[in-house]
């Protein structure tokens, strides 16, 4: 919907609002007028119910407004006498149009300075629960969110079980894109296959202004940008499925390239501006390794000691078969399986695991697995061919920047034709079309020989280089995905490991995500900050008792 569609959304409610209260307003003592002017008329509502100004606030955030608008009615209703079940029933199953009949048919009188406690204890459940909704919503929304890692793209820094934050206000907070959805939900209710948002009811994008920009080596939770899938978790029904900006699936990655960069892979290895990428000492970079060795006792057992890993690595032959064999980590050493070759590719390894295997004495060679230039893969991105592109070989490419402008030739289309029609296209409101005629590219059947962007863009990638779902397949990801920032883990669950006690990683309880140098957790300061506020809330109420 564009910005005009929703000014005449905005002024159709008011009118609603004006017709079905205007006669409480003046029974409350106010003006006419004041049930007509847009916001003024909230903030005078505000005073009618007897609650604080800064609800008005809380009416004009997205999403959050959707929650507050049963509120203010009920309250509405309960400041003219109507405190009865049946009253906040019919106030809120009516949405809210329950007041016009209040307002037209009954003799009511205002309750001035009424009281705000709750008549009945469900009352002063149900109130608790939707305050508690709204808060958490805010701080969901717009401050910190809870994450989880499912796959292991970025594996030896953040690891499948891991729970993060994620800051939302470090890169700037976005407004919600779908204005009516459920609180603290995805793209799908739980435990079902129903969207949890309207698709036809979106806003246009803002994001609020941030303190810090993405910065080259970041660890980024981004929206995937060409998620189709109906629900992820689930992987989907192989339909394709439109998702507005804020439904797309969460992904988190590395971002190794940012607006303004021309960024290139060579023999796997990311360079940008002519220069290797720079990454913090957390992160280690992995790559699949073949591995030959001799003798019998040269299995995955007899391997298990030279690695510095925690998660599962599957096992392959030299084609790339999959053996079925899977070494698991310390706490759950398993399947000891021995290719009848001695020859295994293992596809995640760090330069460090590659030197202990290396010192097995068995081991005959360990050769990283890179793919040579002259392969082709139709899966990498720009999807031509000729052009070099591999998951091991790259580009060189250059990652827009809002507001610069390059040439569009039939060459060059291919790297830019999706941000077009799609990402400043029809997810902005835009019906643009690219088509080739001749020599010639078309935008909306009107040759184009530059094109300006008008957002920035970036490029992710995981650190494990090999099986990571990344840039590398879908290019890049736009300004407006961009969710947040990874900060601080707070749980870590490894669900290969047996017994409680090894499921959970205490090494990385509390831990920050970004920064340099080696892991350290906080868990022992966090967790005695705890108990002195508990200890503290326990003398501080036994004081207040001999007060009493």
């Not at 910065?215 to 998620?227: G, M, Y």
Request: charged content about 20%.
């Amino acid at each position: 919907m564009t910005l005009t569609s929703w000014i005449i959304i905005f002024l159709i409610v008011q009118v609603i609002h004006f017709l079905g209260t205007w006669k409480l307003y003046q029974k409350a003592g106010f003006k006419t007028w004041e049930a007509a002017i847009p916001i003024y008329n909230a903030y005078i509502l505000t005073k009618i119910i007897n609650r604080h100004w800064g609800w008005v606030i809380l009416l004009l955030i997205p999403v959050i407004n959707v929650i507050m608008f049963p509120i203010i009615w009920v309250e509405t209703l309960r400041s003219f006498g109507k405190n009865s079940s049946l009253d906040t029933f019919l106030g809120v199953i009516t949405f809210g149009f329950y007041i016009y009949y209040i307002n037209y048919t009954q003799q009511v009188a205002h309750i001035k300075n009424r009281s705000l406690q709750p008549r009945t204890t469900a009352g002063e459940w149900t109130s608790s629960i939707l305050f508690a909704i709204v808060a958490a919503s805010i701080v969901h929304t717009y401050i910190m969110q809870p994450f989880n890692i499912p796959t292991s793209s970025l594996e030896k820094t953040l690891l499948v079980g891991d729970f993060l934050f994620v800051s939302k206000f470090h890169y700037g907070a976005r407004t919600p894109k779908t204005a009516v959805s459920l609180p603290m939900v995805h793209d799908t209710i739980p435990k079902t296959k129903l969207k949890s948002y309207i698709p036809k009811l979106e806003l246009p994008y803002f994001r609020l202004p941030g303190f810090q920009k993405i910065k080259r080596s970041d660890i980024v939770v981004f929206n995937w940008p060409v998620d189709t899938v109906n629900a992820f978790q689930q992987y989907g029904d192989g339909k394709y499925y439109y998702k507005p900006i804020d439904k797309k699936s969460n992904y988190v990655k590395r971002c190794v390239g940012i607006p303004g960069d021309s960024l290139q892979i060579v023999d796997g290895k990311v360079v940008v501006n002519g220069k290797p990428l720079e990454l913090p000492q957390k992160a280690k970079p992995q790559y699949s390794y073949k591995v030959i060795g001799k003798g019998k006792g040269y299995n995955l057992k007899s391997l298990y000691k030279y690695f510095d890993y925690t998660e599962p690595l599957m096992i392959m032959d030299e084609n790339f078969n999959t053996l079925g064999g899977i070494l698991y980590n310390k706490n759950n050493p398993q399947n000891t399986y021995t290719s009848p070759s001695k020859k295994y590719v293992f596809n995640a390894l760090t330069s460090k695991d590659a030197k202990r295997l290396k010192k097995h004495p068995n081991t005959l060679s360990v050769e990283k697995v890179i793919t040579p230039k002259d392969q082709y893969k139709e899966s990498i991105f720009p999807y031509i061919k000729g052009i070099t592109a591999n998951k091991d070989q790259l580009g060189p490419i250059y990652i827009p920047e809002k507001g610069k402008t390059v040439a569009i030739t039939p060459q060059s289309i291919p790297y830019y034709k999706r941000i077009i029609e799609v990402y400043e296209g029809s997810e902005m409101g835009n019906q643009n079309a690219i088509s080739i005629s001749g020599n010639q590219v078309l935008l909306n059947n009107s040759p184009i020989t530059k094109y300006t962007f008008k957002q920035s863009y970036y490029w992710m990638m995981g650190d494990n280089r090999h099986n990571s779902e990344d840039s590398r397949y879908w290019g890049y990801v736009p300004e407006n995905h961009v969710v947040g920032k990874p900060v601080f883990l707070f749980m870590s669950f490894d669900k290969n490991a047996k017994g409680l006690k090894n499921k959970i990683r205490w090494n990385r309880l509390m831990t920050t995500v970004g920064g340099s140098g080696k892991l350290t957790s906080y868990r022992y300061l966090v967790f005695g900050l705890i108990l002195v506020y508990f200890v503290f809330s326990f003398f501080q109420s036994k004081r207040k008792g001999k007060n009493a």
